[in-house]
């Protein structure tokens, strides 16, 4: 069953950010999606997970319908301030924080300089070293130079999807055709701060991981997509090796999208994953 969400928007620092709430059962979830991603990439998740939880997915800014900000914000110290602000804004001490790629950089930079407040993590496909070498990298650099900031038409954009994320899932892909674009003036367009975020992904080093990931002090699931070119098992290993609260689990035929991927196994992971340390 497709749990509806109802729409909200807040202020932090000048902008106004949105975000999706479904459910009102007593844990409170907080998601965070990818460098290009959208709050709504979290639904089918929220279906799997269901009831027993409140559900927040913010639009971090730049994305889906938050404001834009200044390209020199979009940086893990502005992204982080967001999400201090969010929860601050939602009234939650204690909370469970999904994030996927750039989404799972700020939860663990967020519960390392807040552990107190995050009860468990899921972190999907990102590590230390992730967002600065590596062919992932590599490939998430030449994406952000060549990406067009338009279309003429709705199936160019559709055919630039399904060029660059291949595995999409048919449900994946029409997600981003929603939420990803808009139309104005008969050229379709992102909807996300396209030229910002590549500036700010192409100029601003990416932040050291390392002390989160050594800082992680509730129960925490790494998803390493099988096939993902951004994090390499020998990180996940070195991950898993230096600290006793993470877990890791590998899933097959999933790219750096694990969720868009593979849902229905990475949803199985997730409830999984939270019914062990719901019941702890």
């Not at 994406?143 to 999409?168: C, G, I, V, Y």
């Not at 899932?169 to 981003?176: D, H, N």
């Not at 992102?190 to 992680?216: C, N, S, V, Y």
Request: hydrophobic fraction near 40%; include cysteine.
């Amino acid at each position: 069953m497709t749990m509806s969400s109802r729409s909200h928007f807040f202020t932090n620092d000048g902008l106004n950010l949105h975000y999706l709430e479904w459910g009102s059962g007593k844990v409170p979830v907080v998601m965070l999606h990818g460098l290009r991603g959208f709050a709504q990439t979290w639904q089918d998740l929220v279906d799997a997970m269901g009831d027993g939880f409140t559900f927040f997915a913010l639009d971090q800014r730049g994305r889906g319908d938050s404001d834009w900000g200044p390209t020199k914000d979009y940086n893990a110290d502005t992204y982080i301030q967001d999400l201090a602000g969010f929860v601050d804004h939602l009234g939650l001490e204690r909370f469970v924080l999904i994030g996927h790629s750039l989404g799972g950089q700020n939860a663990a930079e967020f519960a390392r300089l807040y552990p107190e407040r995050v009860m468990a993590m899921v972190i999907e496909d990102i590590g230390p070293g992730s967002s600065k070498q590596g062919e992932g990298a590599e490939r998430i650099r030449r994406e952000m130079r060549n990406t067009p900031l338009s279309f003429d038409s709705w199936q160019a954009a559709k055919e630039f999807w399904t060029h660059s994320r291949p595995n999409l899932t048919e449900q994946a892909l029409q997600a981003r055709l929603t939420y990803s674009f808009r139309e104005v003036d008969g050229k379709v367009t992102w909807k996300h701060d396209q030229q910002g975020i590549a500036e700010a992904r192409l100029t601003i080093e990416p932040m050291d991981l390392w002390p989160a990931f050594r800082a992680i002090s509730c129960p925490t699931l790494l998803i390493k997509g099988g096939d993902s070119d951004f994090l390499p098992s020998q990180t996940v290993a070195e991950i898993v090796a230096s600290n006793a609260f993470v877990q890791a689990i590998q899933i097959d035929h999933a790219s750096h999208y694990v969720h868009d991927d593979q849902p229905e196994k990475f949803n199985e992971a997730v409830v999984r994953f939270m019914q062990t340390v719901l019941t702890d």
